[in-house]
């Protein structure tokens, strides 16, 4: 079993930044991928970004490239998701999730472990 834990969402202005946290517990943290996905209620889940195990890899929606970071902390069993420019359309509750196959995150939206969630708010 893996527990996440997401933090460092909150209340932000338009253009302003905040950067997420999943911190993970449990097994052996270096052994997963870790993605980031968002989701409004009554709205499908979206994919954000994605980093492999050994942080080598990262991926991003074509929304946040070029304004999100995705980095990880292996001896912190932690990953972050640092994003800029925030937009008022950026408002949703991310999520983070973990499997050991990073292609299933970030293709299908899976994985095997997932937090609980933290909200994200942008005022225009």
């Known amino acids: 079993q893996v527990q996440l834990v997401e933090s460092g969402g909150g209340l932000v202005q338009a253009g302003g930044s905040l950067r997420l946290s999943c911190a993970a517990s449990?097994?052996?943290?270096?052994?997963?991928?870790i993605g980031w996905f968002r989701q409004t209620p009554g709205k499908e889940r979206e994919f954000v970004s994605a980093?492999?195990?050994?942080?080598?890899?990262?991926y991003y929606a074509n929304f946040v490239k070029g304004r999100s970071t995705i980095s990880r902390d292996n001896a912190k069993s932690t990953v972050y998701l640092q994003m800029n420019s925030l937009k008022p359309e950026d408002t949703d509750v991310y999520y983070c999730?973990?499997?050991?196959?990073?292609?299933?995150?970030?293709?299908?939206?899976?994985?095997?472990?997932w937090g609980q969630g933290t909200l994200v708010t942008v005022s225009s």
């Open positions: 999730a973990a499997d050991t196959a990073t292609t299933r995150i970030r293709v299908r939206g899976q994985g095997d472990y």
């Open positions: 449990g097994r052996t943290f270096g052994h997963y991928g």
């Open positions: 980093i492999s195990w050994d942080g080598r890899n990262t």
